[in-house]
C-alpha cells in the first residue's frame, strides 16, 4: 500500500466517513459525526494520566496534520468533508484532563460537534492555514472551547453542576 492511499485510510476514519452521504457543494454530510463517535469509541484506549494523555494527543495532532495534507492532496480538496481524522484529535482535545467519566465524555462530545459546526472566531481562521494544519487547527482551536465549556459545567467529579 502506497503512503497516499494509507493516509488516506487513516484520514477517512479507517473508510467511516464513506458511510456518510456524499454530494458536491454538501456542508454537512454526517461525516464529521462519524469521526467523533471514532473518537469517543477509541478514547478509553488513550492513557488516563494527565502527562502521557497530552504527550499522546499532541503526537496524534501532529500526525494527523501530515496524514491529512497527505489525503487532502489525494482527495484532490482542502478539507475535504471525507477526512475525519481531524475530528477524531478534536474530541480527544474536548475531553483533555476532564474526569474520566461517561458524563463528561458525553458532554465534551456534544459541546465539540456544537463548536465544530458553527466555526467561531478566532479557530474558525485557523482553517486557512496551509495543508493538512489547515485541516486539523480548527477542530483543536473548536476542542479546547469545548473543553473550557465543559470545565464551566462540570464539577471537579464529573458530575452536571
Not at 35 to 41: I, M, P, W, Y
Not at 58 to 71: K, N, P, V
Not at 89 to 107: C, D, E, N, Q
Not at 132 to 155: E, F, P, T, Y
Amino acid at each position: 500500500m502506497t503512503l497516499e492511499r494509507t493516509a488516506v485510510l487513516l484520514a477517512t476514519g479507517l473508510g467511516i466517513s464513506y458511510i456518510a452521504p456524499t454530494g458536491r457543494g454538501r456542508k454537512w454530510t454526517g461525516a464529521g459525526l462519524l469521526g467523533t463517535l471514532e473518537g469517543l469509541a477509541l478514547w478509553p484506549l488513550l492513557p488516563a494520566a494527565p502527562g502521557p494523555y497530552a504527550a499522546v494527543v499532541a503526537a496524534a495532532i501532529a500526525a494527523a496534520c501530515w496524514i491529512s495534507g497527505i489525503a487532502e492532496k489525494s482527495l484532490k480538496t482542502h478539507d475535504d468533508s471525507r477526512i475525519v481524522l481531524d475530528e477524531i484529535v478534536g474530541f480527544w482535545v474536548a475531553f483533555a484532563w476532564l474526569p474520566r467519566t461517561w458524563t463528561a465524555a458525553l458532554l465534551a462530545f456534544v459541546l465539540f460537534r456544537f463548536f465544530d459546526a458553527v466555526k467561531l472566531p478566532p479557530y474558525k481562521y485557523l482553517e486557512r492555514l496551509p495543508g493538512g494544519m489547515g485541516v486539523v487547527m480548527d477542530d483543536v482551536g473548536a476542542g479546547i472551547v469545548a473543553n473550557l465549556l465543559a470545565r464551566l459545567i462540570l464539577d471537579s467529579t464529573g458530575r452536571l453542576t
